[in-house]
């Protein structure tokens, strides 16, 4: 039997990122995909009706064009074109009112009042040092090149989502836009560190915009997954590995899996110690994602939602910290906080002419099985009245289908794990290489792994890196 120098489990983004490192240095490598489509968070596909074509997971990109891996890659080569709306996020409120999050700080800041000077002050250092900083917020979090950078971006990062903003702001507008950034960690807003994840948000708005892909996110890694096999890799679908010794010989194995699917896998070869540590890896709360074909574009009551392409509903910064941390608390909230993406407004190649496609989700305790559409088009009518008379067709998964659609997605989490601070430090687990497992040759790459979840990639680059160097004496 022949050996080939690498196999890569599972075809997300960081398995095709790990994939095309090792490929790029002139490695044998074969990535295995359990399902018969390549992609897993970033597939694309009808899943209400013909032509109404869905983003079943990601939808829009900030951390593909931010990632110093990703954004390198010649990708427009094998397909992958980025659409930028003109608003990258609104944030709409029942007084009729919305902000815009454009990538023009300024004009962005201007709606803030008061609190321009104060928004303009913390983001200007990090999108004029984006370049510099990108680098350490996408690295492996264990060492960092430019530290007054980090430790000016750390000084705002490790505080709550509450006390950054009630330190900082006073206009509840500015507080609430700031909140629908952070909740994106899916952690209580009062937790330690949740404001790290608006700033990395907001910053990369405002750095590099929000993008979303034409044609639908598959398009990212399609072309990821082309560029590969021009490298001489090959991609096998439809071979869901329940054990590490049904794998061809390789010198390398990098599962791009999170740590309760790897225990299983890899098994008795894993130091018992070791194994129990993936077995306790935390995973945070899941989400209940639905799908819309719509007749027509979402009739915002502030008609200038049409110009984003993605808004926050859920009112105010007390709203938002009450829906997360109902969740965490196990419960499901009557107005959660809802994510919506409306990609038909900016390529109309996604739906037959004139419709529309509407991607939505809201967090929900993990292992939910609440079916929570009414809530989530009830957050949307609340903002867009008559929303409901225009939906043509839906499809919806609560967080045990998520989990069913893709193993990855543990009770339903999108990150590969709770995003709190222990677990992005210690992703997998707390060690100075978190991608080396303790078995020769073997590996983890996926979002469980430092930076954390995103469509970015890094977490496979780092990965591959550390098994070059390891596996065959190669240093970036
Ligand atoms: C609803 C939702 C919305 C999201 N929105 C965004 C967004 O807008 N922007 C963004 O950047 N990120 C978003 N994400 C997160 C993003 O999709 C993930 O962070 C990213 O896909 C993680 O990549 P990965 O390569 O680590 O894992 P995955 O993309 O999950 O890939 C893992 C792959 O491994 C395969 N696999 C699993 N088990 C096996 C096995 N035993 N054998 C073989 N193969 C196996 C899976 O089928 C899958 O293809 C979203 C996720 C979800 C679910």
Redesign the pocket.
Known sequence: MSTLDAVI???????LSAGILLAQKGLSVQI????DT?????RTKELTEPGFLHDV?????P??VASPFLSKLELKKYGLEWVYPEVAAAHPFDSGNAILGYQDLEKTSEQFGKDSKFYKRLFSEFIDHWDALRHDLFGTLRSVQNPLLMASFGWYGWLSAKDLTSSLFKNPETKAFFAGMAAHSILPLEKLFSSSFGLVLTTSMHAVGWPIAKGGSAKITHAMAKYFESLGGSIEIG????SFKELPNARAVLF??TPH?IAK?CDQTLPSDFRKKLENYEYGPG?F?MDFAVSEPIPWKNEECKKAGTVHLGGTFEELAHSEREIWKGNHPEKPYVLL?QPTLFDASRAPNGKHVVWA?CHVPNSSEKDCSEEIINQIERYAPGFRDTIIATHSMNAVQ?NTY????VGGD???GAQSFKQLIGRPVLKWDPYKLPHKGFYIC??STPPG????GM??FHAAKSALKNEFGITL
Do not use: F, W
């Open positions: 489990v599972g075809s997300g983004p960081n398995g295995i995909e359990a399902e390549i992609g897993g968070g970033t997971c990601s939808a829009v990109h951390t593909a071979n869901r590995i329940k791009d899996l699917q896998i989400v994602k993406s989700y998520m893709n193993e990855n997605y999108i990150n590969g996926s979002s979840g995103g469509v970015h977490c496979g």
